[in-house]
Antibody, heavy 124, light 109 residues
Framework: EVHLEESGGVSVQPGRSLRLSCTAS????????MTWFRQAPGKGLEWVGF??????????EYAASVKGRFTISRDDSKSVAYLQMNNLKIEDTAVYYC???????????????WGRGTLVTVSS | SSELTQDPTVSVALGQTVRITCQGD??????ASWFQQKPGQAPLLVIY???KRPSGIPDRFSGSSSGNTASLTIAGAQAEDEGDYYC????????????FGGGTKLTVL
């Protein structure tokens, strides 16, 4: 059974950094791109970005709202994806979800598996 | 990036059929997926690739599309179908990007 679990969400001040983790189990982690989404309180879903599998270079793509501040990485040996968030802004306050798509597409498309999310609060 | 537009709220009487729509230019080139989300829970994929249902999703959920509009239909809505529904697709400007609609809050009366 596919299982994803996010961790690392805390309350931080603007301008600080934070790293979230997404620990996966139940599938061959290295065969799937991993995607991060977020949802601000009371708002809709927002795609943050994803990281390709090593076979496609292991590179990442990002939403314009986080590009240059956020970095997604992965450790296939540990089945973990990371979201490094730098220079955090108040508007980055959200529940952050990691997700795996259905087929291992490039780019990932059908987001069938989600973690429960981890809350990041950016406040002074 | 492209935008997807959804009606903010929709209501349906118990047992009746309801259609939730999603409009956007990206839907002329890419099929929509649909997610259901209940308070405090992660999104649940209910329709993908326009009209396919993941395993475990009741067959009262169906999807369709025409032009720049995708639709999610729930035939015989149940109380447990109440929640927020989001459409998404790839972005017209760059197919590795993903866009979402703003969400539709479905109330089952």
């Amino acid at each position: 059974e596919v299982h994803l679990e996010e961790s690392g969400g805390v309350s931080v001040q603007p301008g600080r950094s934070l790293r979230l983790s997404c620990t996966a189990s139940g599938f061959m982690f290295g065969d799937y791109a991993m995607t991060w989404f977020r949802q601000a309180p009371g708002k809709g879903l927002e795609w943050v970005g994803f990281i390709r599998i090593k076979g496609y270079g292991g590179t990442s793509e990002y939403a314009a709202s986080v590009k240059g501040r956020f970095t997604i990485s992965r450790d296939d040996s540990k089945s973990v994806a990371y979201l490094q968030m730098n220079n955090l802004k108040i508007e980055d306050t959200a529940v952050y979800y990691c997700s795996r798509d259905m087929y291992g597409d490039e780019p990932p498309e059908y987001f069938q598996y989600w973690g429960r999310g981890t809350l990041v609060t950016v406040s002074s | 990036s492209s935008e997807l537009t959804q009606d903010p709220t929709v209501s349906v009487a118990l047992g009746q059929t309801v259609r939730i729509t999603c409009q956007g230019d990206s839907l002329r080139g890419f099929y929509a997926s649909w997610f259901q989300q209940k308070p405090g829970q992660a999104p649940l994929l209910v329709i993908y690739d326009r009209d396919k249902r993941p395993s475990g999703i009741p067959d009262r959920f169906s999807g369709s599309s025409s032009g720049n509009t995708a639709s999610l239909t729930i035939a015989g809505a149940q109380a447990e179908d109440e929640g927020d529904y989001y459409c998404n697709s790839r972005d017209t400007n760059s197919d590795h990007l993903v866009v979402f609609g703003g969400g539709t809050k479905l109330t089952v009366l």
